[in-house]
């Protein structure tokens, strides 16, 4: 059964920075892609960042100041955030689908599997 759990979310000052975390289980990590999609009040669900054997994605937003990275190993998918913006206020979820290419997961959202979500609120 396949489990996304996030964490690391919260509250920060603009200009300030969240290590976002996403626990996988019953896959294996390394033959997924994996992303962080996220949802801001009113609007629809957007790509954030993307991962897989074949590369990263990042949406133009986020370009610069999101890393995302992964250890296979422990199972983890991470989400560097940094220079947060209030803009980047938003639900995170972390999501997963084998067999799709990074721009497919994050510019079509073509995924299966999701997390619960975590709020992540920039705000001064």
Do not use: H
């Amino acid at each position: 059964q396949v489990q996304l759990v996030e964490s690391g979310g919260g509250l920060v000052q603009p200009g300030g920075s969240l290590r976002l975390s996403c626990a996988v289980s019953g896959f294996s990590l390394d033959s997924y892609a994996i992303g962080w999609l996220r949802q801001a009040p009113g609007k629809d669900r957007e790509g954030v960042s993307c991962i897989s054997r074949g590369g990263t994605f990042y949406a133009d937003s986020v370009k610069g100041r999101f890393t995302i990275s992964r250890d296979n190993a422990k199972n983890m998918v991470f989400l560097e955030m940094n220079s947060l913006k209030p803009e980047d206020t938003a639900v995170y979820y972390c999501t997963a689908k084998a067999g799709v290419s990074v721009e497919a997961m994050c510019l079509a959202r073509l995924t299966r599997d999701w997390g619960q979500g975590i709020q992540v609120t920039v705000s001064s």
